[in-house]
């Protein structure tokens, strides 16, 4: 087997000067970087599944909302989360071989540290974005994969979470067709049978309102994905779409798109301001996150980002609870981004507890797991919620004559299904908030207005080298370049309801400044005071 590997891996040789690492979501840069890269990830990802027995592993070849230009890829273990942390380690010491036998020394520890049986069968789902280099990419991971024997189904162009949604399925036959069409049929039944039970009257006949939203799909493959999932949907909802031209790499996120939204808060390409208070939302490059918006009657551009989805969930789930008297317990997680008003909204006038967590999904979706209805959303709009199997059991055996109780009941055991548990997904999400505005009949601004943000910023400083900036207390403070924490404390005491925080970003190569205070001069004027200090480094 190793004489296949030494054959193959010369095909795909590591450029000497680079150095790769598993980062925040797998390895993403330069996609013209990446060769042989993807060749080892399908040789570790053949060596995760002959760890497990055979369990299917999920690689998807992506890099979100990164420029077209970049790719990037990652691994999905076979319950649909991020591949398991221990791994990673490994996924960056077989990235940066620089020859052959340095690989081939690397693959024999790895096989002898899990003692993996080589004769184990292996198995691979594979998918990609739409970026112009995917297909290349595609190839030689599949030259990682022949490598050892490993059976691999190829499902073409798909959102990050519908590969996710389909290793799930691959490996647990209860959690829905291992297909793409699978996938639609799942979340539009669910869906559909929500808005029935939501929009029945007393005596059995529906009112018909009907919910329209546009989508910017950042010209990526969620575009593509919305077209099909419309077929299965009923007539109580409306799904336009702009920025759709996924099959024109070059465009996507292109002032456009989730990240460009939310970074610039205004509204993307595609989309104009004449159009008031009607709903609005953007996807990112593969769908995983999203954030919605719209513009008010005073012709302002407000915001309804992670935070505002998430204390939109917790207020759904939290009104459910109390009304069917459920004695489930109900958490949410933020990270440090999170504006500071949603997290006072939600642990002084919802009373959640709110925990908090470095930056990036895996470590927000593992806290999610200490509760029964954990609820986690980065601020850009990556999230979902989990649900334990305590709360599963106690909907199912809910018992009661009464008709609102019976039909709230009813809605949460299908919210369940409509909510895509493995990883935070745009459309999945798109659907909940969706049903949730519905149950309580609120247009965008009666969403927006359970609090008011923050005047925030979010800078990137380009420093020499980024790995200096190291943090503790969930990346809320700097422990390293020594006493620049100080100063920064020292500055944000000048503000009134201030907050910053400096930390390395793990998919880019800068550091990311965050400043929040109570008026928007303030927040300029502190962001670029902290950037300042942090531009001594560059
Ligand atoms: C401030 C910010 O938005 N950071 C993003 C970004 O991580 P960084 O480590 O900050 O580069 O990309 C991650 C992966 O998509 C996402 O999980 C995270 O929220
Ligand atoms: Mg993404």
């Known amino acids: 087997m190793l004489e296949v590997i030494r054959l193959n891996s010369s095909k795909h040789p590591k450029p000497e000067s680079l150095e790769f690492s598993y980062g925040t979501a797998g390895f993403r840069m330069l996609a013209k970087n990446l060769d042989s890269v993807v060749f080892r990830v399908g040789l570790l990802a053949s060596l995760r599944s002959k760890a497990l027995n055979g369990k299917t592993i999920g690689i998807m070849i992506t890099a979100s909302h990164n420029p077209p230009e970049d790719n990037g890829v990652k691994l999905v273990d076979p319950m649909g989360e991020m591949l398991d942390q221990n791994w990673e380690v490994h996924a960056t010491a077989l990235s940066n071989c620089n020859n052959v036998e340095e690989l081939c020394n690397c693959l024999e520890q790895i096989i002898s540290f899990f003692k993996i049986d080589l004769t184990t069968c292996s198995k691979i789902v594979i998918a990609r974005d739409s970026r112009e280099s995917g297909l290349k990419l595609l190839e030689s991971t599949i030259d990682g994969l022949k490598s050892f024997n490993t059976e691999y189904q190829d499902f073409g162009l798909l959102t990050t979470p519908q590969l996710h949604y389909i290793v799930r399925c691959s490996n647990d036959i209860s959690f829905g067709e291992a297909s793409e069409n699978g996938y639609y049929k799942k979340l539009s039944n669910s869906f559909n049978n929500i808005f029935h039970y939501e929009n029945e009257n007393e005596n059995g006949k529906e009112n018909s309102t009907k919910i329209c939203v546009t989508i910017d799909a950042a010209n990526g493959i969620g575009a593509d994905k919305i077209v099909k999932l419309r077929s299965y949907l009923s007539e109580y909802v409306q799904l336009e779409l702009v920025n759709d031209k996924f099959m024109e790499p070059q465009l996507l996120n292109v002032a456009c798109g989730a990240d460009f939204v939310k970074t610039n808060q205004k509204l993307p390409n595609g989309i104009n301001s004449f159009n008031l208070n009607t709903l609005f939302c953007s996807f990112d490059g593969d769908a995983d996150r999203i954030v919605f918006y719209y513009v008010d009657s ?75 209805v954990g609820i986690y959303f980065e601020a850009n709009g990556h999230g979902t919620v989990l649900f334990s199997q305590n709360f599963i059991k106690s909907v199912t055996n809910y018992q009661s004559n009464n008709i609102e109780k019976k039909r709230s009941i009813n809605i949460l055991k299908e919210i369940v299904n409509l909510i895509n548990q493995t990883v935070g997904d745009a459309i999945s999400d798109l659907l909940a908030v969706l049903v949730i505005l519905n149950f309580f009949k609120f247009k965008p601004s009666d969403w927006d207005s359970n609090y008011k943000d923050l005047p925030n910023k979010l800078l990137k400083v380009i420093v020499k080298d980024r790995t200096i900036f190291k943090t503790t207390n969930a990346e809320r403070s700097l422990v390293e370049p020594k006493f620049l924490q100080s100063k920064i404390d020292q500055l944000v005491k000048s503000y009134n309801k201030s907050r910053s925080f400096v930390r390395a970003s793990g998919t880019e190569n800068a550091v990311r400044v965050y400043a929040e205070a109570q008026d928007p001069k303030s927040c300029d004027e502190l962001a670029d005071k902290v950037s300042a200090l942090v531009q001594e480094y560059s």
Do not use: C, R, W
């Not at 997680?333 to 504006?339: D, E």
């Not at 999904?361 to 029964?372: G, Q, T, W």
């Open 298 to 372: 005073d012709k302002v551009f407000k915001l309804l980002d992670g935070d505002k989805i998430a204390t939109l969930f917790a207020f759904f789930f939290k009104k459910m609870l109390a009304f069917l008297e459920l004695d489930v317990s109900i958490g949410i997680i933020q990270t440090a981004y999170a504006n500071g008003s949603s997290t006072t909204y939600i642990e002084d006038n919802l009373q959640i507890p709110v925990i908090f967590t470095p930056t990036g999904v895996k470590h927000l979706h593992h806290k999610a797991l200490d509760y029964d």
